[in-house]
Nanobody, 130 residues
Framework: QVQLVESGGGSVQAGGSLRLSCAAS????????MGWFRQTPGKEREAVAI????????DYSDSVKGRFTISQDNAKNIITLQMNSLKPEDTAIYYC???????????????????????WGPGTQVTVSS
């Protein structure tokens, strides 16, 4: 089973950028969906972005579309989330997760809510001030 560890969180002013990384150990497994999720106290975990590790499928929530970009670097075994034009409402703990997917087009936020993921990292805090 792959182990996931997030990094890159921090504090930034509104309009700024952060780049989160999810390190996969021992490596990024093929035929997986890997996603970024976020959660604030008292709220359910929200899916942000997802990528198919075999293929080119990516998907974003409406709240981050056009501002966030998910990508994978197989040489470094990391999944990154580039976050631009950050807003205070982006403040949350961000988690990386993975699960098996028989087909790349199975990797969509609609098909795979957070409850469908089995493997999670510990999370990294992102704070955006106004």
């Amino acid at each position: 089973q792959v182990q996931l560890v997030e990094s890159g969180g921090g504090s930034v002013q509104a309009g700024g950028s952060l780049r989160l990384s999810c390190a996969a150990s021992p490596w990024i497994f093929p035929h997986n969906c890997m996603g970024w999720f976020r959660q604030t106290p008292g709220k359910e975990r929200e899916a942000v972005a997802i990528i198919a590790t075999s293929g080119t499928n990516v998907d974003y929530s409406d709240s981050v579309k056009g501002r966030f970009t998910i990508s994978q670097d197989n040489a470094k075994n990391i999944i990154t989330l580039q976050m631009n034009s950050l807003k205070p409402e982006d403040t949350a703990i961000y988690y990386c997760a993975s699960r098996y997917a028989s087909r790349p087009d199975f990797c969509s936020l609609r098909r795979l809510p957070p409850s469908e993921y089995h493997n999670w990292g510990p999370g990294t805090q992102v704070t955006v001030s106004s």
